[in-house]
């Protein structure tokens, strides 16, 4: 789900499914992406990043695509399971280390 | 691995006082740390930039003699909210930039709530 509007859009998923969550990145002169993940009234905890020199990247149970040429970023869960509830931010890192976030996406796993 | 602490993590203050936050990187030296608001079920908006030794930087439309930034060491910047008023009432993110192998990673505090009464 890509942020639209003003509310957080949801994913709601089935536990032991995978789980893929989008983002629309702005600056085409982005060269590092980050994937947070944010649980209920804490901060966010990273995920996994990648290079804009990549177009995938693996971690354990996560995979991050990034396709620069429609400035898209999309973030794959494998086995998705509760402990995976939370808020996904992506963001990109642009001049003088800023982060620029992506409005957001509520996983929910229903078990 | 390396830790970003604030303090403290939930604060009440009265309307007019001030209410200062802490960032404070704990295995590494960050000279440059940034401040985020975020309100409920909404993004992260970077307020400034934290600059060792120099002035923060702000983002377009926070207003810096509200929101008083003070980055004195290598290992801690506060965040000072002065005469608060309800609609400061929010959660405060602080991150670090570990200048380490690659400069690239970016650790975030747990956050700081504030509620203005």
């Known amino acids: 789900g890509e942020s639209v509007g003003l509310h957080l859009p949801t994913l709601s998923v089935q536990e032991g499914d995978n789980s893929i969550i989008n983002c629309a990145y702005s600056?085409?002169?982005?060269?590092?992406f980050i994937w947070y993940k944010q649980e209920s009234g804490k901060g966010p905890q990273f995920i996994i990043d990648?290079?804009?020199?990549?177009d995938k990247r693996q971690g354990q149970r996560v995979t991050v695509l990034l396709n620069k040429t429609v400035k898209h970023l999309s973030l794959q869960i494998a086995a998705t399971q509760p402990g995976d509830s939370a808020v996904y931010f992506c963001a990109e890192k642009g001049a003088g280390n800023k982060l620029t976030f992506g409005g957001g996406t509520r996983v929910l796993v229903k078990p | 691995g390396a830790v970003v602490s604030q303090h403290p993590s939930r604060v009440i203050c009265k309307s007019g006082t001030s209410v200062k936050i802490e960032c404070r990187s704990l295995d590494f030296q960050a000279t440059t740390m940034f401040w985020y608001r975020q309100f409920p079920k909404k993004s992260l908006m970077l307020m400034a930039t934290?600059?060792?030794?120099?002035?923060?930087?702000?983002e377009q439309g926070v207003e810096k003699d509200k929101f008083l930034i003070n980055h004195a060491s290598l290992t801690l910047s506060t965040l000072t909210v002065t005469s608060a008023h309800p609609e400061d009432s929010s959660f405060y993110i602080c991150?670090?930039?570990?200048?380490?192998?690659?400069?690239?990673?970016?650790?975030f505090g747990e956050g700081s709530w504030l509620t203005v009464v």
């Open positions: 600056n085409s002169a982005s060269d590092y």
């Open positions: 934290s600059n060792e030794g120099s002035k923060a930087t702000y």
């Open positions: 991150s670090a930039r570990d200048p380490g192998i690659g400069g690239n990673t970016i650790y």
């Open positions: 990648i290079r804009s020199n990549m």
